[in-house]
Nanobody, 122 residues
Framework: QVQLVESGGGLVQTGGSLRLSCAAS????????MGWFRQAPGREREFVAV????????NYVDSVKGRFTISRDNAKNTVYLQMSSLKPEDTAVYYC???????????????WGQGTQVTVSS
């Protein structure tokens, strides 16, 4: 069992930056692929970024490439999402998730956090 707690969301102006953190419980964190997803009001949840267990392999949705960076610290059981050059369309609730497969599909992730709100004002 893995419990995930996100933090770091907030209100930021267009062009600003935020760093989201996701702290995981359990001793097997380093075994899991970690992903970030987001859901805007009235829209379906979408994939944002994923990182494999070692941190060597990452993947991003096209709309955030060059602006967002996913990373992890297995010693701290934490995954991060550094977000820069934020746009109003990045406004959403951001969720971290853990799964055993390296995937961009939400159905492959077994554990989810409660989410953290990111609001980008224009």
């Amino acid at each position: 069992q893995v419990q995930l707690v996100e933090s770091g969301g907030g209100l930021v102006q267009t062009g600003g930056s935020l760093r989201l953190s996701c702290a995981a419980s359990g001793r097997t964190f380093s075994s899991y692929t970690m992903g970030w997803f987001r859901q805007a009001p009235g829209r379906e949840r979408e994939f944002v970024a994923v990182i494999n267990w070692s941190g060597v392999i990452t993947n991003y949705v096209d709309s955030v490439k060059g602006r967002f960076t996913i990373s992890r610290d297995n010693a701290k059981n934490t995954v991060y999402l550094q977000m820069s050059s934020l746009k109003p369309e990045d406004t959403a609730v951001y969720y971290c998730a853990a799964g055993l497969a390296f995937s961009t599909r939400d159905e492959t992730f077994d554990y989810w956090g409660q989410g953290t709100q990111v609001t980008v004002s224009s």
